[in-house]
T-cell receptor, first 114, second 114 residues
Framework: EPEVTQTPSHQVTQMGQEVILRCVPI?????FYWYRQILGQKVEFLVS????????KSEIFDDQFSVERPDGSNFTLKIRSTKLEDSAMYFC????????????FGNGTRLTVT | AQSVTQPDIHITVSEGASLELRCNYS??????LFWYVQSPGQGLQLLLK??????LVQGIKGFEAEFKRSQSSFNLRKPSVHWSDAAEYFC????????????FGAGTRLAVHP
């Protein structure tokens, strides 16, 4: 069964550094998402992306965050200047274009900001 | 505003016992409802979904859930729990159609005693 893949599985970075989290969605999917889960807390929506533009973003997704689909297969989340509170598990998800298609999640990237 | 409440943070059951995980949602229209499972260090795996029709839905791994509009609930059940079911379970609600952003509950951590 096709999967959403995320790399790296774990990233450690220093506060103030830029990080790029990478995702390869399922190949025929058209909707892409980033969610995050701070340790011990619920999974939170960050951003959705469709037709090469952001369709919705949450309050968390401020100017420090950006997303890009640089080619036909990758979907990236960039954090320009990381803060300690950005430490979390970041999940990528994708969805087909059928109205009843569920979201398929990757295994996540654990980001640790020191 | 949309929200999902999972009243039980932790549940412990014995292997072979029945299981019910509670989920209540708040949503202004007909919701799309989901249960996801997260094993330690893993991503979110879809167990089952409800879009319309039969209010009792069957999922993978022997799980089922029942949508009760009058109670705004979507409880997850399994008649006989296996040790491998120990994980965290998330209920989520989404809008119909389109990019279907999901709102997650806080999760219920399930422990299974032998």
């Amino acid at each position: 069964e096709p999967e959403v893949t995320q790399t790296p599985s774990h990233q450690v970075t220093q506060m103030g550094q830029e990080v790029i989290l990478r995702c390869v969605p399922i190949s025929n999917h058209l909707y892409f998402y980033w969610y995050r889960q701070i340790l011990g807390q619920k999974v939170e929506f960050l951003v959705s992306f469709y037709n090469n533009e952001i369709s919705e973003k949450s309050e968390i997704f401020d100017d420090q965050f950006s997303v890009e689909r640089p080619d036909g297969s990758n979907f990236t989340l960039k954090i320009r200047s990381t803060k300690l509170e950005d430490s979390a598990m970041y999940f990528c998800a994708s969805k087909g274009d059928s109205q009843n298609s569920p979201l398929h999640f990757g295994n996540g990237t654990r980001l640790t900001v020191t | 505003a949309q929200s999902v409440t999972q009243p039980d943070i932790h549940i412990t059951v014995s292997e072979g016992a029945s299981l019910e995980l509670r989920c209540n949602y708040s949503y202004g229209a007909t919701p799309y409802l989901f249960w996801y499972v997260q094993s330690p260090g893993q991503g979110l795996q879809l167990l089952l979904k409800y879009f319309s029709g039969d209010t009792l839905v069957q999922g993978i791994k022997g799980f089922e859930a029942e949508f009760k509009r009058s109670q705004s609930s979507f409880n997850l059940r399994k008649p006989s729990v296996h040790w491998s079911d120990a994980a965290e379970y998330f209920c989520a609600v989404g809008a119909s159609g389109g990019y279907n952003k999901l709102i997650f509950g806080a999760g219920t951590r399930l422990a299974v005693h032998p």
